[in-house]
T-cell receptor
Framework: GAVVSQHPSWVICKSGTSVKIECRSL??????MFWYRQFPKQSLMLMAT?????????EQGVEKDKFLINHASLTLSTLTVTSAHPEDSSFYIC?????????????FGAGSRLTVL | GQSLEQPSEVTAVEGAIVQINCTYQ??????LSWYQQHDGGAPTFLSY????GLEETGRFSSFLSRSDSYGYLLLQELQMKDSASYFC?????????????FGSGTRLLVRP
């Protein structure tokens, strides 16, 4: 079945530093990946759609210069939180669709919990 | 844009049946999905309804009425491990990426 790997699973950083999160499709190619953000006990909020070989599409209210997305290959998308601040502390989850699972199913990574001190 | 509404919390007893409702508003509806998420974990796909009616997958069933912009997830023979958050999600036909927008989630607590 389709597997999405996300790394790191958790990270603690100092305020002002940048953090990169990787999302890999392990057994399928993903031309499109989705990045979500989730605060404790809240919903998954779509941040952006990552497109292989082109610019990401950001949702309204998401700062593209703050959350840099790169989708350089068919199996890897990265999210970089630049100049992180405590309010950026959250659970970041990526997802993708695969032919294995069908167009109507999103496979999610295990998520990356970011804590900014 | 899209909006989805679900109850915030539901409590039920082990072995019982519980129904989680979802109403939605979207300008380009393409289907209603349900995902389960345990605390600290990744959301996992449960069910999808593209057409009206009931879809059954083991102990879980999902229903859709497009004319009412309404769906529900039915969980039967509840088990303790079913305690989790359940999200409905819609896909917008107008968007070529077919991104999913999630509801606010329903926390289900199964008691012994």
């Amino acid at each position: 079945g389709a597997v999405v790997s996300q790394h790191p699973s958790w990270v603690i950083c100092k305020s002002g530093t940048s953090v990169k999160i990787e999302c890999r499709s392990l057994d399928f190619q993903a031309t499109t990946m989705f990045w979500y953000r989730q605060f404790p006990k809240q919903s998954l909020m779509l941040m952006a759609t990552s497109n292989e070989g082109s610019k990401a599409t950001y949702e309204q209210g998401v700062e593209k210069d703050k959350f840099l997305i790169n989708h350089a290959s068919l199996t890897l998308s990265t999210l970089t939180v630049t100049s992180a601040h405590p309010e950026d502390s959250s659970f970041y989850i990526c997802s993708a669709r695969s032919l294995f699972s069908g167009a109507n199913v999103l496979t999610f990574g295990a998520g990356s919990r970011l804590t900014v001190l | 844009g899209q909006s989805l509404e679900q109850p915030s919390e539901v409590t039920a007893v082990e072995g019982a049946i519980v129904q989680i409702n979802c109403t939605y508003q979207t300008s380009g509806f393409y289907g209603l999905s349900w995902y389960q998420q345990h605390d600290g974990g990744a959301p996992t796909f449960l069910s999808y309804n593209g057409l009206d009616g009931l879809e059954e997958t083991g102990r879980f069933s999902s229903f859709l009425s497009r004319s009412d912009s309404y769906g529900y997830l039915l969980l039967q023979e509840l088990q303790m491990k079913d305690s989790a958050s359940y999200f409905c999600a819609v896909r917008d036909r107008r968007d070529s990426s077919y991104k999913l927008i999630f509801g606010s989630g329903t926390r289900l607590l199964v008691r012994p």
